[in-house]
């Protein structure tokens, strides 16, 4: 039995982040992983030179802390990517967010029309109810370019239709770009584009190199990192965690701590309690659902594949879902650059018919699929490679939420255990916050007391962030004023009573000047005016003319004005919900 201050479980990000943050203030954790390389599910896999990730690994993040902490880290190892990525669907590139012009031009002229007749049907009547994924992009998009675009890619992700995928979980994914910072951005020009344009940061050779970084600090330190380590049981005396049990297969070892840190999957920690837990926390434990992932590596005699980081494979016909190509992220990842190495990804579930398909099967899956796209001949793919992931993502299914509190309220029972990171907290975190939990659980080794479940809780889209930051905010109540409805009869009759006014003033004044000073010019109004003369009588008729012109002028203004800005609105909210739907797919 080891001694130890903190046992961190898991040497992703959120665990390391932990370690590292722990030696900073001269304590020296241990980490266990179960692995034999750091950066969990965004670490870099290595084959005969070629590195890869588990699906590419973009740095964004709007937390200056960790931005800053990457920066120091790599330092000039951190390059600056420009995205290209594009959606692949039948033998065409579609730039996203879709562009028409781009979107005309691929589809051609007979499928462009049939697409924009089903979006004026839709439009004139929309489904009544917006109760799953389904239904909110039919509204927006049109039936036909939902199947063109959106439902097979979101259903190759999830395993199911998009007609049983929830509206409130699509809405939570889909929230984006809100209305104000598109407007903002389309009053102030250029930033927009800037941020949308995305440029994301990347270690020059994959993301494992910032992990390894970080490791080596950690130990500098005094920390420990023990891979080959799968923690295999969790003792504990209802109120503490006693003790922790982890093995290699052979050897196991037992490590007893003050404070203990899990980024393990929450469900299976939950799993390797002993004594266990009660029938309905092992109850949910089981319900928490994941969705699985594999990649296939082909390393191919090509200089040239395309130039994007990575496609998003819309076509029905494959299988596969997207596709990296790891030399356009850095070109560092290949050893060889008249090779290109990509990375086919395929979502899947743990044990089901994809899962199990043998490497060989795969590969032959992947080089099948890549030749039928025409990237390369499959003659041309000398060496392959399969990394099979369980846990990559966590599903928001319908129970999901009561199973997760369900388990936090029977571990906020122990006082020296904390939960961090992705699957450690069941929630869509990305690296930035996984790496933000375990820092947080770190300072509350120290004393501190912070709520690491506040950290990305109501999920705002880097994307909207990062513009916000870029971008002066309009107030929204400015906002509210200047775009708010004209009363077209108000304004109308506002106008029209000015005018009125204004020419009935004006022959009055004349009128009280003795009639000489100019008459001969207002007198000229009798030319438009019929019966107008420079008197009292005169100013009266006056008057009545120029409030039916400035009413009938009045009231078209209002019209024109409210008619463009309705356009202009529009077109900024189309443009919202496109940029949405890219995070929507980009958070895959
Ligand atoms: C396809 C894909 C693409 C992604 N792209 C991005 C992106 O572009 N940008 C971004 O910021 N994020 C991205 N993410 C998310 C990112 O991968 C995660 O946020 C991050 O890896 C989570 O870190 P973590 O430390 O919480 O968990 P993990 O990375 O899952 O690490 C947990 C560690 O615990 C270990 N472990 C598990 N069980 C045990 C056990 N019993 N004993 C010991 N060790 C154990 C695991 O081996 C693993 O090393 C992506 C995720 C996926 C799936």
Avoid at 54 to 69: A, P, V, W
Avoid at 130 to 137: G, H, L, T, V
Avoid at 266 to 292: C, H, K, M, N, T
Avoid at 314 to 324: F, L
Wanted: aromatic share 14%; charged share 20%; net charge neutral.
């Amino acid at each position: 039995m080891k001694e130890k201050p903190v046992v961190i479980i898991g040497a992703g990000p959120a665990g390391l982040a932990a370690g590292y943050e722990l030696t900073g203030r001269g304590i020296c954790p241990i980490i266990l992983e179960r692995g034999d390389i750091v950066g969990g599910i965004s670490r870099t896999e290595s084959y005969k030179g070629f590195n890869f990730d588990i699906g590419g690994h973009r740095f964004l993040t709007k937390n200056d802390e960790i931005n800053q902490l990457w920066e120091n880290m790599l330092g000039p190892d951190f390059l600056k990517v420009n995205r290209l990525s594009r959606i692949y669907y039948q033998g065409k590139f579609f730039n996203y967010p879709l562009r028409p012009a781009n979107a005309l031009l691929n589809l051609g002229p007979v499928e462009s029309l049939l697409v924009l007749i089903s979006y004026c049907r839709t439009r004139l009547s929309p489904r009544p109810e917006e109760s799953s994924f389904e239904e909110w992009i039919v509204n927006r998009f049109g039936e036909r370019l939902y199947r063109t675009f959106f439902k097979t890619y979101t259903e190759k992700v999830w395993g199911i239709p998009c007609n049983e995928i929830r509206a409130d979980w699509a809405a939570q994914r889909i929230k984006g770009l809100s209305l104000l910072v598109a407007v903002s951005n389309a009053l102030f020009g250029g930033q927009q584009a800037k941020s949308l344009s995305e440029q994301f940061s990347y270690p020059k050779l994959g993301p494992g190199m910032m992990w390894q970084r970080f490791m080596e600090r950690i130990v500098a330190g005094g920390g420990e990192v023990m891979f080959h380590s799968e923690v295999s049981a969790v003792h504990h005396d209802n109120s503490r965690i006693t003790a922790i049990e982890y093995s290699n297969g052979e050897t196991s070892g037992k490590l007893r701590a003050e404070h203990y840190i899990s980024s393990m999957p929450i469900s299976r920690l939950v799993q390797l309690f002993q004594p266990q837990p009660p029938a309905e926390v092992l109850e949910s434990a089981g319900q928490l659902v994941y969705r699985d992932f594999i990649i296939v590596v082909l390393i191919i005699d090509k200089q040239r594949l395309f130039p994007d980081q990575w496609l998003y494979v819309h076509s029905p016909k494959v299988r596969v879902g997207r596709i990296q190509n790891f030399k356009n992220w850095s070109s560092y990842m290949v050893p060889d650059q008249s090779r290109t190495s990509i990375g086919m990804e395929y979502f899947c579930n743990e044990n089901d018919q994809t899962w199990k398909m043998t490497d060989n099967e795969l590969v032959a899956m992947a080089t099948g699929e890549m030749e039928e796209m025409g990237f390369a001949p499959a003659s041309k793919v000398i060496d392959s490679y399969v990394v099979r992931q369980s846990h990559a993502y966590p599903v928001y299914d319908a129970t999901y939420k009561q199973n997760l509190q369900a388990i936090r309220n029977y571990l906020e029972n122990y006082n020296n255990l904390q939960t961090i990171g992705r699957s450690g907290m069941h929630r869509y975190n990305n690296m930035d916050h996984s790496m933000q939990t375990g820092i947080l659980a770190a300072k509350n080794c120290c004393g501190e007391h912070n709520d690491l479940w506040a950290v990305n809780e109501e999920k705002s889209y880097l994307e909207e962030e990062r513009a916000a930051k870029d971008v002066p905010l309009v107030p929204e109540k400015v906002l509210i004023g200047v775009f708010a409805r004209m009363d077209k009869f108000a304004f109308a009759a506002a106008v029209g009573t000015v005018c009125g006014l204004l020419v009935f003033c004006a022959t009055m004044w004349i009128i009280s000047r003795g009639g000489d000073v100019l008459n001969s010019h207002l007198r000229l109004l009798g030319q438009y005016f019929i019966g107008y003369t420079v008197t009292v009588k005169g100013g009266f008729i006056a008057f009545g003319y120029s409030f039916f012109w400035g009413f009938l002028f009045g009231w078209l203004f209002a019209y024109l004005r409210n008619l463009f800005l309705a356009i202009y609105i529009y077109r900024i909210k189309r443009k919202v919900e496109l940029l949405s739907l890219k995070d929507f797919f980009d958070s895959f």
